[in-house]
């Protein structure tokens, strides 16, 4: 039987858990604060310069500029639109930016959640990407969030 070339459900969800030493609160931090979240976009290539602009409250907006690599189709803005914050334990968003890569209009939710646990704290993240989004879209966007994820460092006390 021929691929359509479109994602199963179990594709599209992407759920990523990462197990800290540090309060979760630290965890919080380096999602919500300017200065911490130079780990989302590719520090190695981005301008240290570049802002990112946090509103971290429902209705609030988060963005910033993502490079992948030096070709100029990687290099977009990203963010999202926040929905839920509930300080230290959850931020719910929708993933996309004005101008940029998602495009809001296609209100993906994403989720992040931290929680307490026997070595400190658990981060949990989960985003379920659109229906018409093609195999290869999804398998770059769940390597992009795990890569992105693997470069998370707690913010500082």
Sequence with gaps: MASSGVASD?????????????????LYKAWTEPAYLWWFFNPDITPKDEPVIIDVRPGGVWRQRVMLDYDPKNDYLTGGVYKTVEPSSRLVFTWGAEGGTPKLEE???AEVKFEDSESGSRMTFSVRLPDDWN?????????GWEMALDRFRPAAA
């Excluded at 195999?135 to 390597?143: I, N, S």
């Design 135 to 143: 195999v290869d879209v999804v398998k770059g966007t769940r390597l």
């Design 10 to 26: 179990v594709d599209r969800q992407i759920i990523i858990v990462r197990d800290y030493t540090v309060p979760r609160e630290q």
């Design 107 to 109: 209100n993906i939710e």
